[in-house]
Nanobody, 121 residues
Framework: VQLQASGGGLVQAGGSLRLSCAAS????????FGWFRQAPGKGREFVAAISWNAEDTFYKDSVKGRFTISRDSAKNTVYLQATNLKPEDTAVYYC???????????????WGQGTLVTVSS
C-alpha cells in the first residue's frame, strides 16, 4: 500500500483543517488506517485510527471531541478532520496503514510522507 498525505497548512488557534491520505496499491479498502504526528523535537505519537470497514475508531485522549477520522473506500482516501486546533497540535502529520488486511486493532506497517500542520496562537 502506498500512501500520500496532504492538506496541512498554517491555521490560527481555534481553526480547522482537513487532512487527506490517498491510498493506492492492492485492495486498500481491506486495511485499517491511522494518523500519527511528530512535533518538533519530540517523538512520533498516535493520533487516530479507523478499521477497514469504518465500524471502529479510536483516538488519542487529547484530540477526542476535536478530531474525526473517516474514510471513503470508493476514493481510497482517509481523512482527519481537525477542529478547534491548538498550538500544541503543531506537528508533521503522517498517515499509516495496517500491515495486515482485515485486522483490528491495527499493526501499522505502511507509512506515507508527512504533511505539516502549524497552529499559531
Amino acid at each position: 500500500v502506498q500512501l500520500q498525505a496532504s492538506g496541512g497548512g498554517l491555521v490560527q488557534a481555534g481553526g480547522s483543517l482537513r487532512l487527506s491520505c490517498a491510498a493506492s496499491g492492492r485492495f486498500p479498502s481491506a486495511y485499517a488506517f491511522g494518523w500519527f504526528r511528530q512535533a518538533p523535537g519530540k517523538g512520533r505519537e498516535f493520533v487516530a485510527a479507523i478499521s477497514w470497514n469504518a465500524e471502529d475508531t479510536f483516538y488519542k485522549d487529547s484530540v477526542k471531541g476535536r478530531f474525526t477520522i473517516s474514510r471513503d473506500s470508493a476514493k481510497n482516501t482517509v481523512y482527519l478532520q481537525a477542529t478547534n486546533l491548538k498550538p500544541e497540535d503543531t506537528a508533521v502529520y503522517y498517515c499509516a496503514a495496517d500491515a495486515k488486511q482485515y485486522n483490528w486493532p491495527p499493526e501499522f506497517g505502511f507509512w506515507g510522507q508527512g504533511t505539516l500542520v502549524t497552529v499559531s496562537s
